[in-house]
């Protein structure tokens, strides 16, 4: 059976490496890849990193891309690799531009498409912004859904998806991270290797949502700055993003303390390990919500909505928002309050058990008559 797995961005190269490898081992599946390429050196980072040459790489990330210039090229270089390799099923994952793309030219062709990570929803359509309507319009023409949970799963059901498509897996972020977080795992700057994670309260920071540019992340970092002047042992580590808008605020609010460390963006082998050594993390990230849990670390999701409410059910995860008030108070009180932090940090990771890959293979195999 030929499978045509397609991304583009690092995250989502990250939660299809795992499943691309799996199906590579399996003699029943030909599996071919290939990357638009909508963010290029991050994306490289991690194919590397889980040894994936792509049979196609579209290369179409241009300095300034705009939606509509990501969405052009990528449906029009996918035109002719599905042409070429015919394939009896295009798999796709989340909810970037590419996801969306790729399931339209698969649909033109009548080719099935698979959902992997199907059925997120925040209700809300400009919230994340363009993510929750690349979901749903991918979710609209996918023909197979891997839910990671049961609650995607009822979102799913909900819009009237056929229950008979739809397969409950678990998240394949945790079948990434279980094989790249090692103890003892060294990092090539020394700044991280010599911080004493035991001593330091460290803050593990991350922003780049569209709907956060501007004053939102500027109150966050004012919120950071409230919080190192309130408390001495803390240290923040920011990988901070390439995006010029965020930049510029981050060092404006943080780039005159020595207890912010402002990093290059971490590849994602050790940014998974520096995340397994953190006090907590606060981001504005979607994939971080799910990793973190399976660390044992507390999560601050920088937004005022998220797509992955199990985890806040859960206990793991907490919606604070961007405000500065907000932010510090939460912060302050997981250093202050021992139970309420091992109140998340003990909480039971919803996402699964780092077999969500298994499952999908399984879920093929079964749609299609093995």
């Given at each position: ?15 299809m490496a795992p499943l691309v490898q799996m199906l590579r081992d399996d003699n029943y599946f030909d599996c071919r890849v290939a990357v638009t390429a909508q963010h290029r050196e991050m994306l490289d980072q991690v194919l590397k990193l889980f040894g994936i040459r792509p049979h196609h790489d579209l290369d179409i990330m241009r300095a300034g891309q705009t939606l ?303």
């Amino acid at each position: 059976m030929k499978v045509l797995v397609v991304f583009g961005t690092r995250p989502e190269a990250i939660k299809m490496a795992p499943l691309v490898q799996m199906l590579r081992d399996d003699n029943y599946f030909d599996c071919r890849v290939a990357v638009t390429a909508q963010h290029r050196e991050m994306l490289d980072q991690v194919l590397k990193l889980f040894g994936i040459r792509p049979h196609h790489d579209l290369d179409i990330m241009r300095a300034g891309q705009t939606l509509f210039d990501i969405t052009g090229r990528a449906l029009k270089g996918l035109q002719p690799v599905l042409e070429a390799e015919k394939p009896d099923l295009v798999l796709v994952h989340g909810d970037t531009a590419t996801t969306f793309v790729a399931a339209l030219a698969a649909y033109y062709l009548q080719i099935p498409v698979g959902h992997v990570e199907a059925g997120l929803r925040t209700g809300n359509r400009y919230s994340p912004f363009p993510e929750e309507m690349n979901r749903r319009l991918a979710g609209a023409l996918a023909q197979w859904h891997f839910a990671p949970t049961a609650g995607a799963r009822d979102n799913l059901l909900r819009e009237g998806v056929e229950p008979k498509s739809i397969f409950v897996t678990g998240n394949t972020v945790i079948d990434a991270l279980l094989t790249t977080v090692r103890p003892g795992y060294r990092f090539d700057l020394s700044l991280l290797n010599n911080l004493d994670f035991n001593r330091h309260r460290v803050l593990l920071v991350t922003t780049h949502r569209r709907e956060n540019l501007g004053h939102p992340m500027r109150d966050i970092y004012l919120a950071l700055r409230d919080i190192l002047a309130a408390h001495p042992a803390v240290r923040v580590i920011f990988p901070v993003h390439k995006n010029p808008a965020v930049v510029r605020v981050v060092q404006e609010v943080l780039g005159d303390s020595n207890r912010v460390h402002l990093l290059e963006p971490l590849d994602y082998e050790p940014f998974a390990n520096l995340m397994s050594r953190c006090y907590l993390v606060l981001t504005d990230s979607g994939g971080i919500q799910e990793e973190a849990p399976s660390l044992g670390k507390p999560v601050l999701v920088l937004r005022d909505t998220t797509e992955r409410p199990e985890a806040v059910d859960a206990g793991t995860v907490r919606l604070v928002g961007t405000g500065r008030d907000a932010v510090r108070e939460e912060v302050s009180r997981l250093l202050a309050d021992t139970a309420y932090y091992n109140s998340m940090a003990e909480a039971i990771n919803p996402y699964g058990d780092g077999r969500a890959c298994e499952r999908i293979i399984m879920a093929i195999k079964s749609a299609y008559g093995q």
